[in-house]
């Protein structure tokens, strides 16, 4: 996979060069194009990002007004971008907004109506839902006034701007330590989009709310109740993804608005078919269940793998596995694989760790397995 810096190449910057050539008289495309490339490549996305944008900084108006009008003059004349959109002669879309947005977050303090409605046309090429967190940092009742008159505009790109910027813990994005605190402003803003028409904006909702849901659980479950009430399948699903932390977690007052009760089963057997696991291979388990119930139950299956850390102690994480309907006196086996191999976001360490399981939020066995991060040697090879 190409690493994402890469995403702001020397082609970016040579766009960018010809386009301030276009609309900057006195402008030396030669020494932009130098004092950008001659450090581009030693550098990550962000640093990519703000050494682009100090460099466009330099060459533009210093009056807030005039350099936010280049600015403007830069953007692509399609409206209807993404994230992934190249930047071409035509102008700049996709990732290049992300200097631009550096500029915009850095001056435009002083005149948000001016900012917010560059950032409105700068959201429909890509996204600026990263630029519009300093201004909410600022001055949060301000900025979501301005947000608020966004919920029905006709850009969906708008639309999930109004979400996803507001968002308390935006990924890559600056944490919104009021909004932690008290996500209660940002609620009608997502009640006026949870139903919007394009499942880009749902999601944004979802992701919101889940969000949320990592300092006020109960507060989400509240409002997965009611949105649950006469809901079609497409808020259902909102309101899964929304919930999918809760769940996972064992909420249960989340569970209980899906309908879900404590389980009423008993695990026969929860076997590990491979007691010792090899790095790059899979553990392999599988399980009996039995229905004590005398109706029909719904159940969500988790597993839960306890990895070990650095220290020793293990640490459990989640994995979804299935949801179902069991009859009363029901009885099921399932297997399950699970990889174990090398991902960014996890390290790996050898020795004993274990697995669980998590039925509608509840702890059921628990079978321990050893991971070995060496390769076994080979028979010929022990012989010698």
Not at 159 to 183: A, F
Not at 329 to 342: D, E, M, N, S, T
């Amino acid at each position: 996979m190409e690493p994402f810096k890469n995403k702001l190449s020397a082609d970016l910057v040579r766009i960018i060069a010809r386009l301030l050539k276009r609309e900057l008289n006195a402008f030396d495309q030669s020494a932009f194009e130098e004092a950008v490339l001659s450090k581009l490549e030693a550098l990550e996305l962000k640093q990519r990002a703000q050494l682009m944008a100090d460099e466009m900084d330099r060459v533009l108006p210093d009056d807030l007004g005039e350099k936010f009008w280049v600015i403007k003059k830069l953007l692509h004349p399609s409206s209807n971008g993404s994230i992934d959109r190249s930047s071409d002669y035509e102008g700049i879309a996709g990732w290049g907004m992300m200097p631009l947005g550096m500029i915009v977050s850095k001056h435009g303090l002083a005149d948000f109506d001016l900012s917010f409605a560059l950032m409105k046309e700068m959201t429909k090429r890509a996204t600026a839902e990263f630029d519009v967190r300093p201004f909410l940092d600022a001055d949060q009742g301000r900025a979501l006034d301005i947000l608020s008159l966004w919920v029905a505009d006709p850009n969906v790109h708008v639309r999930r701007l109004v979400s996803e910027g507001t968002r308390p813990r935006l990924p890559w994005g600056m944490r919104l330590p009021k909004l932690v605190q008290d996500p209660s402003p940002t609620l009608p803003l997502l009640e006026a989009l949870k139903d919007d028409p394009e499942e880009y904006v749902r999601r944004s909702v979802a992701n919101h709310l889940n969000d949320i849901a990592k300092d006020h659980p109960d507060l989400v479950a509240d409002i997965a109740e009611a949105w649950l009430q006469d809901a079609g399948p497409e808020r259902r699903k909102l309101v899964r993804h929304a919930c999918r932390t809760l769940v996972k977690s064992g909420h249960a007052r989340t569970l209980a608005a899906f309908g879900l009760q404590a389980p009423e089963v008993r695990l026969n057997d929860l076997k590990i078919k491979t007691p010792t696991v090899q790095f790059g291979t899979a553990l392999e388990f599988e399980m009996d269940l039995t229905s004590n119930a005398k109706r029909s139950q719904d159940l969500i299956i988790d597993y839960v793998v306890h990895f070990k850390k650095a220290n020793g102690a293990l640490a459990p994480k989640v994995f979804k596995w299935t949801k179902m309907s069991m009859g009363a006196g029901q009885q099921v086996r399932l297997a399950r694989k699970h990889p174990i191999r090398p991902i960014t976001t996890r390290t790996y360490y050898p020795g004993v760790q274990a697995i669980s399981l998590r039925i509608n939020g509840q702890d059921i066995g628990y079978q321990e397995f050893n991971l070995e991060m060496e390769p076994a040697p080979s028979t010929a090879l022990a012989a010698a």
